[in-house]
């Protein structure tokens, strides 16, 4: 169901090549070490969902499998404590540093003071805003508004011809967040062309199964003429389920549900049902990761943008590709 655009691939993905990768290397890499005496600093987003969990843990098995030393830590959703945490990589010198950043805002400090230690920057699963690219090598992840896209036009079929209005509850991903920003507006877009449709009300749940649950079961009592809650991940919309079950209604069919991320837990609710499609986004990035540290510390120049390729799944999709699923 899912291809990986491969690092190595030439193509359209590619949205820009080499303004960041220059033939030379800026960090102590500098191929003049052997990948294993390699020290790459990672500052993870938290532990706040499924996906997070299975991108940390496929993070982690790339370093070991390449015999690349990783330090490793975690910000538990805080931007200040990712910006400790890269201060404390530049500090002790590493190789490399690997980020996914928070939310999108409030990098340009810490980047520069990275670029000025010679220390390159990968950015990992999420953008910043920084208008000098100069300040990361490339950014290696998903297309969060072509996400957004499937899932409104996945709705836009479902809801051709209803006679009743479609009106639909947005569960935010963190604010602030380049997956939330971008699905927001993937979704907006591919939803105009049906006046029928409409977001009666938009909330933050941070990506999580609590939030999602909290804020589901407000917003189905303030606006009880909801029938589609569209999440920005599964985690929020595992957490609608229960909001929805515990009002007396049925998920997938008085409300139906639209997510992102497909993990496990999120196909299982969609292959009973309690789910109505889900937009993939692969949490699998590790093995990425290190062919981009490998051709960097080789000296070889890398795209600028590095794109994740990704499908989408109904109910009868994810009921086949449940026992294949990794995550
Ligand atoms: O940045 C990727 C998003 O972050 C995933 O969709 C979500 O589950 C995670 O928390």
Known sequence: MKKTIGLFAAGALVLALSACGGAAPA?????????????VGFAQVGAESGWRTANTKDIQAAFADAKIKLQFSDAQQKQENQIKAIRSYIQQKVDYIAFSPVVQTGWDAVLNEAKAANIPVVLTDRAVDSKDTSLYKTFLGSDFVLEGKKAGEWLLADAKGASAPVNVIQLEGTTGSAPAIDRATGFADAIKADTNIKVVASQTGDFT?????????????????????????DDMGLGAIEAIEAAGKVPGKDIKIITVD??????????????????????????????????????????????????????????????????
Do not use: W
């Open 209 to 233: 199964r609590a939030g999602g649950k909290q804020v589901a079961e407000a917003l189905l009592k303030s606006h009880p003429e909801a029938t589609v809650i569209y999440a920005h991940n």
């Open 27 to 39: 960090g102590t890499g500098g191929g003049a070490k052997s990948l294993d005496q390699l020290v």
């Open 262 to 327: 497909a993990v496990h837990d999120g196909m299982q609710a969609l292959a009973d049902g309690k789910i109505n499609f889900i937009v993939e986004c692969s949490p699998l990035l590790g093995k990425q990761l290190i062919e981009i540290i490998t051709k960097l510390n080789a000296g070889e120049t890398v795209p600028a943008r590095i794109v994740t390729e990704e499908g989408t799944f109904t109910q009868e999709q994810a009921k086949a590709a449940l026992p294949n699923r990794k995550y």
